[in-house]
């Protein structure tokens, strides 16, 4: 996070916004949660569990969508056939067809 949602100070690294006094922790928690999701999935790819790869990769775009984790659930789509999913991820009209 870079600012925060509500004012749009810049973030601080603390729970607390500093202008608005907005409680940021349960952002925080979800952000972390994303990129822990995408640490399981490189292990599930390393290991060659795509479909695992796949479904935690798809749980970490549901929760933070940035450029790393658009191209690593294309990347774990296109290793389990869905082909569809990652033409949309490639050409960036994936959360109109996100299931």
Not at 25 to 45: F, N, P, Q, T
Request: with cysteine.
């Amino acid at each position: 996070m870079k600012n925060c949602p509500v004012c749009n100070a810049e973030y601080k690294q603390k729970i607390i916004c500093h202008r608005c006094k907005t409680d940021l922790g349960l952002l925080l928690s979800i952000e972390a949660e994303a990129k822990r999701y995408v640490m399981e999935s490189a292990e599930h790819d390393m290991r060659g569990d795509y479909q695992l790869m796949y479904h935690t990769m798809k749980r970490s775009w549901s929760l933070k969508k940035t450029e790393e984790s658009r191209k690593a659930l294309a990347r774990s789509a296109l290793l389990n056939g869905d082909f569809a999913f990652a033409w949309d991820l490639f050409h960036d009209r994936a959360e109109q067809n996100a299931s």
